[in-house]
């Protein structure tokens, strides 16, 4: 009989202490891209384990899922992804978990889904975030610290700094960058990703460029850089090599917007 009951003793004890570790589990929520995970972390107040997809030398173009990938989705709580097409390759293998989408409710221009490069549409979206984490661990935490983030994004718009500058970009990805820091676009190289500009876009470019005061050119890595450089050259142009999807070498989303506007040199 005493064998017996501590066997109950011990068997209760077990699922007590089971209960007890799985309530105190931290929530695993999955970024896509790796510039959402910075923005998750940075609001996160370490409560909950944030991992992402893609690294910041992969782009979601045509990508095509990993069963390391598939492992994550299946393990994670929630997932959070720009959306607006930018990730079809998500939707089928993380139907069944709570998505939330960066671009709901953002007008875009011309169905152009990189609005994680915008200040102001992040700074917009972030408390939404932040009440979407809560549901997996509440914490007034996450609240308090997106509303720090959205204040530090609008403070670094509201800097004084350089208007009189003109860009053209190797695609489009940077418009609402330029557009939330008030600088003029010529367009961009490529018209659609990966596909070679035609002489006629080029020249078309040239002759915009010559009739303003100062232009930048925005390369990018992963990319052929050499148009970039021959179009800077016509011109008398500065180029920039900037990556759309981050660095290792940025540690926040702050990081991450703030290289953008060091490499255009408006202040």
């Known amino acids: 009989m005493q064998a017996f009951k501590k066997i109950v003793f011990f068997f209760f004890s077990f699922l007590l202490i089971f209960n007890l570790s799985y309530s105190q589990r931290k929530p695993r929520v999955l970024a896509t891209i790796y510039p959402l995970y910075l923005l998750v972390k940075d609001i996160s107040c370490d409560k909950i384990i944030v991992d992402y ?3 910041p030398y992969t782009f979601p173009h045509g990508y095509e899922l990993t069963p390391k990938d598939l492992w994550k989705i299946k393990t994670a709580d929630a997932v959070v992804a720009v959306g607006c097409g930018m990730e079809d390759w998500l939707l089928k293998a993380a139907k069944s978990k709570p998505i939330f989408l960066l671009c709901e409710g ?3 221009i011309d169905s152009n889904p990189h609005i994680w490069l915008s200040p102001r549409i992040v700074s917009e979206r972030v408390v939404p975030l932040s009440q979407f984490l809560q549901k997996f661990y509440p914490s007034s935490c996450f609240a308090e610290k997106a509303k720090l ?3 530090s994004l609008l403070h670094l ?7 009189d500058i003109s860009v053209i970009s190797h695609h489009n990805a940077w418009i609402y960058l330029l557009r939330d820091l008030g600088l003029k676009y010529l367009g961009s190289i490529e018209s659609f990703s990966h596909q070679e500009p035609t002489f006629k876009r080029i020249s078309l470019l040239l002759n915009k460029a010559k009739k303003e005061k100062k232009v930048v ?3 990018e890595e992963g990319h052929n850089i050499k148009i970039a450089k021959l179009i800077a050259f016509r ?3 500065k180029v920039v090599i900037l990556n759309p999807m981050g660095s290792y070498e940025d540690k ?4 991450f917007i703030k290289r953008f506007i060091k490499g255009l040199g408006i202040y």
């Open 149 to 151: 983030l959205r204040s």
């Open 252 to 255: 926040s989303f702050l990081d």
């Open 157 to 163: 718009l509201e800097l004084p700094h350089r208007k």
């Open 53 to 55: 997809i893609l690294d």
């Open 235 to 237: 011109i008398g142009a």
């Open 217 to 219: 050119v925005i390369a």
């Open 106 to 108: 953002v007008n875009l």
